[in-house]
């Protein structure tokens, strides 16, 4: 299992061909409370930096992206339900969609942990 993150603060954690996709823990605390997301529906079609889900919180609304292509698996109810999980474990329980990826290819343009941490400490 491995996981990468984008400039855009999403991360995916891959296993095999299917990954999940949710928001990293500084993009949840920018945020502030989480009140509102709309995550995919299986089935649908997504591309690398495309528009995928939706997080809004008392401060603002934000597009979420998929950081790869593929195919939506499944969509995350307890967030959608629970929005909350967003702030409380956003790289856990708070995830937002699983996919089946199109091309690993993909995950050759994001950074690891290591890389996401100094990205993180520049901005």
Sequence with gaps: MSVYYTRDHEWVRVEG???TVGITDF??????????VEVPEAGRSVTKGGEAAVVES???ASDVYSPVAGTVTEGNQ?????PSLVNTDPEGEGWFFK???SDDQDLNELMNAEQ????????
């Design 17 to 19: 061909d299917g990954a």
């Design 78 to 82: 307890a967030v959608v339900d629970e």
């Design 27 to 36: 993009a949840q605390g920018q945020l502030g409370d989480v009140v509102f």
């Design 58 to 60: 008392v401060k603002a």
């Design 99 to 101: 996919l089946t990826l």
């Design 116 to 123: 996401y941490k100094t990205y993180c400490e520049s901005v």
